[in-house]
């Protein structure tokens, strides 16, 4: 079992930047690809950002490429999502997940999910 708990979410104005964290719980996170994902108000929930069990490949929504960045610290069970240049399109709830095997861009893949935090940018 893999319990997952976000942070770093919070207000922001466009241009601007936030980090968030994910810390699991468990003594496996290494074991899994973890990825972030994100739904807005009336929209389903979307991919962001996706990284292996050893950090060594990252894949990201085109909406983001460029702006975020998806890392892991497995010494500390924590990924997280350097997000840059941010934009009001932006604000949605954020939430981490994780998945064993190869990481995946699909909501349907993940096995695991946080409860999300919420990140609102103001134009």
């Known amino acids: 079992q893999v319990q997952l708990v976000e942070s770093g979410g919070g207000l922001v104005q466009a241009g601007g930047s936030l980090r968030l964290s994910c810390a699991s719980s468990?003594?496996?996170?290494?074991?899994?690809?973890m990825g972030w994902f994100r739904q807005a108000p009336g929209k389903e929930r979307e991919f962001v950002a996706t990284?292996?069990?050893?950090?060594?490949?990252?894949y990201y929504a085109d909406s983001v490429k460029g702006r975020f960045t998806i890392s892991r610290d497995n010494g500390k069970n924590t990924v997280y999502l350097q997000m840059n240049s941010l934009k009001p399109e932006d604000t949605a709830v954020y939430s981490c997940?994780?998945?064993?095997?190869?990481?995946?861009?699909?909501?349907?893949?993940?096995?695991?999910w946080g409860q999300g935090t919420q990140v609102t940018v103001s134009s």
């Open positions: 997940a994780a998945k064993t095997g190869w990481a995946s861009t699909t909501v349907y893949d993940y096995d695991y």
């Open positions: 468990g003594r496996t996170f290494s074991r899994y690809a």
């Open positions: 990284i292996t069990w050893s950090g060594g490949n990252t």
